[in-house]
């Protein structure tokens, strides 16, 4: 099976910048989508941002501007760079990629722990 682990977490003043980092291991066979999730206390877990392997990436517009993933396949590590932050941006984070940890099993979504990221005003 896959196995995500993040790092890069903390606490930070809004104007601060942060990198999150995720390195899959484990059985894998292939991974399409790689990306970044974030969940604040009552609200729902949102996309921050995601990239394929051939490099495509999408942001939505909360963090368009602010935020850029980057992705190394040969390593199968995925990084968020968040400059600008703002105290809104404050949630756990979650990796996650999808793909299959062998040619016979189904694609499907793995997730990491998640790191926290804490913006103070």
């Known amino acids: 099976q896959v196995q995500l682990v993040e790092s890069g977490g903390g606490l930070v003043q809004a104007g601060g910048s942060l990198r999150l980092s995720c390195a899959a291991s484990g059985s894998i066979f292939s991974i399409n989508r790689m990306g970044w999730y974030r969940q604040a206390p009552g609200k729902q877990r949102e996309l921050v941002a995601d990239i394929t392997t051939g490099g495509y990436s999408n942001y939505p517009d909360s963090v368009k501007g602010r935020f850029t993933i980057s992705r190394d396949n040969a390593k199968n590590t995925v990084h968020l760079q968040m400059n600008s932050l703002k105290p809104e941006d404050t949630a756990v984070y979650y990796c996650?990629?999808?793909?299959?940890?062998?040619?016979?099993?189904?694609?499907?979504?793995?997730w990491g722990q998640g790191t926290q990221v804490t913006v103070s005003s």
């Open positions: 996650n990629a999808y793909g299959r940890w062998s040619i016979s099993a189904p694609n499907r979504d793995y």
